[in-house]
């Protein structure tokens, strides 16, 4: 198993309770393939480099995990196709 980290940007217009749905969902999908949420770690509304969708603020979260490929790339999957979702990275820890 090899660890990963995710970073991913939400609509900071969503909810509390949808911007956390969508932290589970994620968390549940990394244990439903096998592998386990090491840690979450919510970094708040931050201003964005650049705009995204007309969008100046973005909600972070970085999620530390442990996987197989599997686990990657259906979550990379997921997040491509998740409404609420502006941008999303997976890096390989060392």
Do not use: C, S
Not at 4 to 21: D, G, H, M, S
Not at 36 to 43: G, I, L, Q, R, S
Request: glycine share 10%; aromatic share 8%.
């Amino acid at each position: 198993m090899t660890k990963y980290e995710l970073v991913f940007i939400a609509n900071p217009e969503l909810e509390q309770e949808a911007t956390q749905a969508l932290i589970e969902k994620f968390n549940g999908i990394i244990t439903n393939q096998g592998g386990t949420v090491d840690e979450v770690n919510e970094w708040g509304k931050k201003r964005l480099a650049y705009e995204i969708n007309d969008k100046k603020e973005g909600y972070y979260v970085l999620v530390n995990f442990t996987g197989n490929g599997q686990v990657v790339d259906e979550l990379d999957r997921i997040l491509k196709i998740t409404d609420g979702i502006l941008r999303h990275m997976i890096v390989k820890k060392g």
